[in-house]
């Protein structure tokens, strides 16, 4: 039932409201609203059952194993929530001036350090909100960087058959064209096809490392080489940085500029589909392009640095400076790992997935690439299920389900037939893991036996396999739609 | 070891398994080289207990002032069950509902958003929210040329009494595309955006109006007008507004004789504490006619293969992950999180208890601008009526009148120096629902004293406050 | 298997051709792309009057998990659209050389019609990409 239909006139919380009648004779008549807003009706006790039973109705890391590819869903750490929300940070204004603001600045300055020494880069900036608009950040930042040149002749940017949709998707939003790269069978770039698609007309390439296959891009400083030679940057997808963190940095594998999707690789909660927060990092010639605001520190005090501070920056990117509350838990999250900490983030959950992938090919799964390492994640591919027995990947996903864990990435990368693509984390004993391969097992089992099990899954879920094109056909998007 | 649950016993058997004797082999495909390097500019780890002392600490360096700013974030009450319920973890721990069978709660909540944001604008159709309200107008001016099928100008007009930071934003997000943003002047009597200028337009192929209500300033505009002319000159409309506002004045859906084309704007004043300017979010409502180009995510209502209703992200081949060069935006999150708690806000506060806390917004901030202004050289700049901000103009430099109140421990509001040069020693004063009598007479007082020193002559001009 | 009916003319981007005889064509997606793309919810039509390119974007066919651009076979202008396609568009699925069609053309150079593919050269097309 949805809210609306809970709702029963002049229900109000009044426990949440002043005693003064609603006046509005400030407002000039023709200004003010004559019909009140449709929202509900309803007691405070009928909206916290309500909202809390939706709540029972989802998977979340903190009830349920989520091994999505790509993803990182490793634990948030309460400390991470309840710090963030202390009275005195959460109240402060993002307007408060530089004397009322010196706690929080420090905590964004130190941030800013931590993930400039852990990423290999010279500078960093918190302001992009999502990992997306750090990647539009770092493709405007080239951009900057070869017109302030007049190089204006550079308008391709490489991106990998492999790629997650964001990349050529920045790249778009910058004026850019995207020419891609296939991937090789063994999962790297075709370094002999970059040779020959690199040249003057070619602004950068865009790359993530571990690939999107979830192995490691062996050739990393030859195919740097080869885009800088051309006069082209390298751009870090920082979507694989748990794999590495702390293990490998990309300022020292070539790249110019980087994002960070600190609500992957730092803990941020995923909230349902967000907020995120997507830091650049950047080398030296890249430094006078970096989104504002920053923070700067002079020995004695933080202050901010905004547009008369760096007069070529590519400019704001929100109102304030970014998803500060997110960057705080990042921070929180960061100073409890430490420097050791993070080394162990790349080295336990590339033990994780390395014993999960071992364990499939011996339970008789197909790895994508077999004699690959898993870094931290791994591709396994159901083609020959969805051959054989006419049973796909999705079928899989939903059976999972049915066994309490939620299932690996499905259909990305698009380049794997029927792939799973499966990122246990670091946080994960092995006790999940051995579950999860279990829960294959039987699922494998009964896709031979009974593949209806399989094609009507999930059986236990609040509903069943839903209608995705009546969804979009008969387009139902708001309760009020109808009656417009 | 913290967040890794491994003992060195499981250790030792997965390497077994695996058929290594170290982890370090695991990174065996990684050139060596790549893995010379120290982190020692990066701290040891802390304890939970450590990072909480620390912590506390920075938050009683930072205080608790009276608070007078607004400037695009405001400091409404947020009942206590908005943010217990939202970070529970079923929401707060809770992926992107892509498998939508295990993510019902979070879908059926953000379906509840969008039903809740078209009643409050008053317009057919919304997403499930963007990052923030700047960025989403960088999205809706993206939509609007896009939509805009008559017009090849690619311009759009933006009123100088829109928020500087918005417009900063819109153009980071759509300069390489070719789209010119041309501004608006205001009038300076009234702070509302000035119609003379607009109409010399009047007949030029515009692509998109921009129109905020209340705008910058807190001065309310006359959207009726200005939605008019749009109409007149096949010239598309985006309204960028305060949410809250809107359960007391006019929503976009009724401005003109149609309606607007797009409304944008930040959701914050809807359960969202001030927490240094984010995490917000964006929210973004249309005319029905442009849905599939709305950018973001969407939830649609369905059934499952019983017939049983339930939700689902749709039209989701407009997105990145599938239309990748030719998405409509390469968004991939939205602001999940911070729709939870705005849905229960708004679910618990109904239309009765915005429209009170908008009441009280109103009319304390009246009460704030008469005790202010019956302080000497303290006067409005504008004439024009007002949401819950005003712009008062001062006898002394705005920068260290505001420095002044802040050494008493009075954040006294906006200097506008920066971005509107043109109007002089001016600050802009900000109440909501939560100011107090005590809070007011402490601002009038200290406002009072810090001016008349300076206009005693006797005194140093730059008093010692550092 | 795939239908290809040997009256029309193709593209290897999956659309296809009928001449009208008068210096028209009618334009839309083979059975292979409707099979690729799954059901159809929605399709972006071209508008009457507009001027096309060969090789163009004419509009757009939009299913759960795909959305492809058509590209306009051939140069010339719009006459006319299949309006119905807004209310069912699952018609291009169930009949996408009848009832599917998508836009009509008046063709400003008819000597384009000979760089498209016939049914043979069409099917050879589809066969490479089965595997």
């Known amino acids: 039932m949805l809210i609306f239909e809970q709702s029963s006139a002049g229900r109000h919380a009044y426990a949440q409201s002043g005693r003064n009648p609603t006046d509005v004779s400030a407002i000039p008549e023709n200004l003010r609203r004559q019909n009140r807003a449709a929202l509900p009706e309803v007691s405070e006790m009928q909206a916290v059952r309500h909202y809390t039973r939706l709540s029972q109705k989802n998977f979340s890391i903190d009830t349920n194993f989520y091994p999505l590819g790509s993803c990182t869903m490793k634990y948030n750490p309460r400390a991470c929530n309840s710090l963030a929300m202390l009275p005195g940070i959460v109240d402060r204004h993002p307007y408060a001036p530089d004397t009322h603001s010196q706690g929080f600045m420090a905590c964004m300055h130190d941030l800013q350090e931590m993930l400039k020494e852990v990423t290999g880069m010279k500078a960093v900036s918190l302001a992009p909100m999502a990992g997306a608009q750090g990647e539009f950040a770092g493709v405007a930042m080239i951009r900057a960087y070869h017109d302030a040149r007049n190089d204006t002749a550079r308008t391709e940017i490489i991106v990998p058959d492999a790629a997650h949709g964001t990349n050529p998707a920045s790249a778009v939003m910058c004026g850019y064209k995207v020419k891609e790269i296939p991937t090789d069978a063994s999962g790297d770039i075709d370094v002999e096809k970059l040779k020959a698609m690199v040249g003057p007309q070619t602004a950068g390439i865009m790359l993530t490392n571990p690939s999107t296959l979830g192995v490691f891009e062996r050739r990393i400083q030859l195919i740097a080489k080869i885009v800088h030679e051309a006069g082209g940057l390298l751009y870090y997808d920082g979507a694989n940085l748990n794999a590495i963190l702390g293990k490998v940095r990309p300022g020292d594998m070539g790249f110019d500029v980087i994002h960070m999707n600190l609500h992957k690789t730092f803990s941020t909660p995923h909230g349902g589909g967000g907020p995120g927060a997507g830091p650049v990092g950047v080398s030296e010639r890249l430094k006078p392009y970096l989104p504002i605001p920053m923070v700067a520190y002079n020995g004695r005090e933080y202050s901010w640095l905004v547009e008369k501070d760096c007069p070529d920056s590519i400019g704001r990117m929100s109102a304030f400076s970014g998803n500060a509350g997110i960057l705080l838990r990042a921070y929180i999250y960061a100073r409890m790992l430490g420097r050791e900490g993070m080394t162990r983030v790349a080295e336990f959950s590339t033990l994780n997935a390395n014993y999960m992938l071992k364990r499939m090919i011996d339970a008789g799964f197909a790895p994508a690439f077999k004699d690959r390492r898993a870094t931290h994640e791994f591709i396994i591919t159901l083609k020959k299920q969805a051959k054989d027995l006419g049973v796909n990947a999705m079928d899989f996903a939903k059976r999972l389900l049915d066994f309490g864990v939620h299932a690996p990435t499905t259909y990305f990368p698009l380049l794997v037939p029927e792939c799973f693509l499966i990122e246990p984390t670091e946080s994960e004993a092995i006790d999940a893991l051995d579950s999860f391969i279990d829960a294959m097992v039987q699922i494998q089992q009964e896709a031979e036996e009974n593949p209806d099990m399989l094609k009507t899954a999930p059986h236990t879920m609040p509903v069943r396999r839903l209608d995705d094109v009546r969804a979009a056909r008969e387009l139902d998007i708001s309760y009020f739609s109808k009656q417009r | ?466 | 298997m795939s239908n290809i009916p040997e009256e029309l003319l193709y593209t290897d981007s999956h659309e296809w051709v009928r001449d009208e005889g008068d210096n028209t064509v009618s334009v839309g997606i083979t059975d292979h792309a409707q099979e690729l793309l799954g059901d159809l919810v929605f399709v972006e039509l071209p508008e009457v009057g507009d001027s096309l390119e060969q090789g163009g974007e004419a509009g757009v066919v939009e299913s759960v998990k795909a959305a492809s651009d058509i590209y306009s076979p051939v140069s010339g202008e719009v006459i006319e659209v299949n309006e119905e396609l807004a209310d069912a568009p699952e018609t291009i699925n169930e009949q996408p050389y009848d009832g599917g069609w998508i836009y009509k053309v008046r063709l400003s150079d008819s000597a384009e019609l000979d760089a498209l593919l016939n049914a043979e050269a069409y099917a050879a097309v589809v066969e490479a990409e089965d595997h």
Request: glycine letters at 8%; a negative charge; hydrophobic letters at 40%.
């Open chain 2, 1 to 466: 070891m913290p967040f890794i649950p491994h003992t060195e016993e499981e250790i030792r058997n997965m390497l077994n398994t695996i058929g290594v004797d170290s982890i370090d082999q695991l990174f065996d495909e990684i050139p060596a080289e790549l893995m010379q390097f120290s982190l020692d500019a990066i701290p040891t780890g802390m304890s939970e207990m450590e990072i909480t002392q620390l912590m506390q600490q920075r938050a009683r360096q930072d205080g608790s002032a009276w608070s007078f700013i607004g400037a695009g974030a405001y400091d409404h009450h947020i009942p206590a069950a908005v943010w217990q319920i939202a970070t529970r973890g079923e929401f707060y721990s809770a992926y992107t509902p892509y498998q939508a069978e295990a993510s019902q709660g979070t879908l059926q909540l953000l379906y509840e958003f969008q039903s809740m944001m078209t009643a409050l604008m008053d317009m057919d159709a919304s997403n499930a929210s963007l990052y923030d309200g700047a960025s989403a107008l960088g999205e809706a001016i993206l939509m609007a040329v896009r939509a805009n099928r008559k017009s090849k100008s690619r311009k759009v007009l933006v009123p100088r009494s829109l928020h500087p930071a918005y417009r900063a934003t819109a153009h980071t997000v759509v300069k390489n595309q070719q789209i010119e943003l041309v501004d608006l002047p205001f009038d300076s009597k009234t702070g509302q955006t000035d119609m003379s200028a607009l109409a010399q337009y009047s007949g030029e192929d515009i692509c998109a109006l921009v129109i905020p209500q209340p705008n910058f300033f807190g001065v309310l505009e006359d959207v009726d007008a200005l939605v008019n002319w749009a109409e007149q000159n096949k010239t598309l409309t985006i309204a960028v507004v305060n949410p809250l506002s809107m359960s007391v004045l006019k929503p976009p859906g009724q401005w003109g004789e149609a309606g607007v084309d797009i409304c944008c704007g930040e959701g914050q004043p809807l359960g969202i504490p001030l927490s240094s300017g984010g995490p917000y979010y964006g929210f973004m409502t249309c005319r029905q006619d442009f849905v599939r180009q709305l950018p973001g995510r969407i939830i649609g209502r369905t059934v499952d293969m019983d017939g049983k209703s339930g939700f689902a992200l749709t039209l989701q081949a407009r997105e990145q992950h599938i239309r990748r060069s030719k998405a409509t935006s390469n968004i991939c999150t939205n602001q999940g999180l911070m729709v939870t708690a705005s849905t229960i806000h708004m679910a618990i506060m109904g239309a009765e208890g915005l429209e009170k806390a908008a009441s009280d917004s109103i009319n304390k901030h009246q009460q704030l601008i008469e005790r202010l202004t019956a302080i000497d050289g303290v006067e409005k700049l504008f004439d024009g009526a007002v949401f819950n901000e005003t712009v008062l103009r001062v006898p002394m430099d705005a920068e260290e009148l505001l420095r002044a109140l802040a050494a008493h421990n009075v954040l006294g509001g906006y200097n506008l120096a920066t971005h509107y040069a043109e109007l002089g020693d001016a600050i802009m004063v900000c109440s909501t629902e939560k100011q107090t009598d005590d809070a007011v007479d402490v601002f009038a007082d200290k406002l009072a004293r810090i001016i008349a020193i300076r206009s005693n002559p006797g005194c140093p001009t730059k008093p010692k406050f550092d």
